[in-house]
């Protein structure tokens, strides 16, 4: 049981994302690894809350991929806040999965996933998920419309939160 092209590609799109966001810190240098020299990387030193997506929330249509890859990294015991309108005649309805596995997150199979907010939790504050697993990726996707919402490849991205280092 081979994979296909489609699950090849997204493997590919996976690993150069991992490997853009491993490289973006503009501060890590050469001779700063392990954080051997006078600063650390990190200049801040508390746990952040993300809205995932900014300004655009959770919903329909907007890569999260690429967000993930643009607002990384993310750190252990960060908090994602997921808002999205609840239901409604003119929305969509969305809700928050956590996938097992990197083959479920490429294939969006959620038999196996578990629901983190339902398509009501998202109003107001929106719902909060404490990333607490270090060194660990978190898939999440959205799995209304039977998965369809993650199978476009939009509604769907992974962090690996990282040790937050002091000085």
């Known amino acids: 049981m081979g994979f296909t ?7 590919l799109l996976l690993t150069a994302s991992t490997l853009a966001v491993s490289m973006a810190n503009k501060d890590w240098q ?3 690894w392990p954080f051997r020299g006078p600063h650390h990387p990190n ?3 508390v746990s952040k809350r993300i809205i995932v997506g900014g300004s655009q929330h959770w919903r329909f249509g907007f890569n999260y991929t690429n967000w993930a ?3 990384g990294p993310f750190y252990l015991n960060d908090t994602l806040v997921f808002k ?4 409604n005649a003119t929305t969509f309805p969305h809700s928050v999965y956590l996938l097992p596995n990197l083959r479920s997150f490429v294939t969006c199979d959620l038999r196996r996933a578990k629901r ?3 398509v009501t939790q998202g109003g107001g504050e929106g719902f ?5 697993r270090p060194r660990q990726p978190h898939y999440f996707a959205c799995g209304e419309r039977n998965g ?3 199978m476009n490849g939009t509604m769907k991205f992974f962090v690996m939160p990282i040790f937050r280092l002091y000085r």
């Open 30 to 32: 050469s001779g700063n």
């Open 69 to 71: 890859i643009k607002h």
């Open 5 to 11: 092209i489609a699950q090849g590609l997204m493997l």
């Open 148 to 150: 369809f919402h993650c």
């Open 84 to 87: 999205y309108d609840p239901p």
């Open 116 to 118: 983190l907010a339902s």
């Open 128 to 132: 909060k998920f404490l990333l607490k």
């Open 43 to 45: 200049k801040t030193q």
